[in-house]
């Protein structure tokens, strides 16, 4: 059985930065992509960043690039997703995922490419 587990969220005034955590347990995270979705209240789920099983590969959506980066580490078990510059439209739920389709190069950027999934983490931003 795999657990995806996000944490790292919170409230932060306009311009902060926050990371958020993705750990996972029972399947290698390294041996799968990982893609970071968000739900603000009223609207639907989005993509923010996904990184390919082979890691070398990253999407961004256009609202953060520039400002978010997603990065592995497979020691720990655990993808980041760094948020810098934050805006109040950013503020949402984030919930990580995972695409256990063995593409080594393939971020995937629709939920139903994604087959596990974690609780959510809520992020805030103040203006």
């Known amino acids: 059985q795999v657990q995806l587990v996000e944490s790292g969220g919170g409230l932060v005034q306009a311009g902060g930065s926050l990371r958020l955590s993705c750990a996972a347990s029972?399947?290698?995270?390294?041996?799968?992509?990982v893609g970071w979705f968000r739900q603000a209240p009223g609207k639907e789920q989005e993509i923010v960043s996904a990184?390919?099983?082979?890691?070398?590969?990253?999407y961004y959506a256009d609202s953060v690039k520039g400002r978010f980066s997603i990065a592995r580490d497979n020691a720990k078990n655990t993808v980041y997703l760094q948020m810098n510059s934050l805006k109040p439209e950013d503020t949402a739920v984030y919930y990580c995922?995972?695409?256990?389709?063995?593409?080594?190069?393939?971020?995937?950027?629709?939920?139903?490419?994604?087959?596990?999934w974690g609780q959510g983490t809520r992020v805030t931003v103040s203006s």
């Open positions: 995922a995972l695409d256990i389709t063995p593409s080594p190069v393939r971020t995937g950027t629709t939920p139903r490419e994604y087959d596990y």
């Open positions: 029972g399947r290698t995270i390294s041996d799968y992509a």
């Open positions: 990184i390919s099983r082979r890691g070398d590969s990253t």
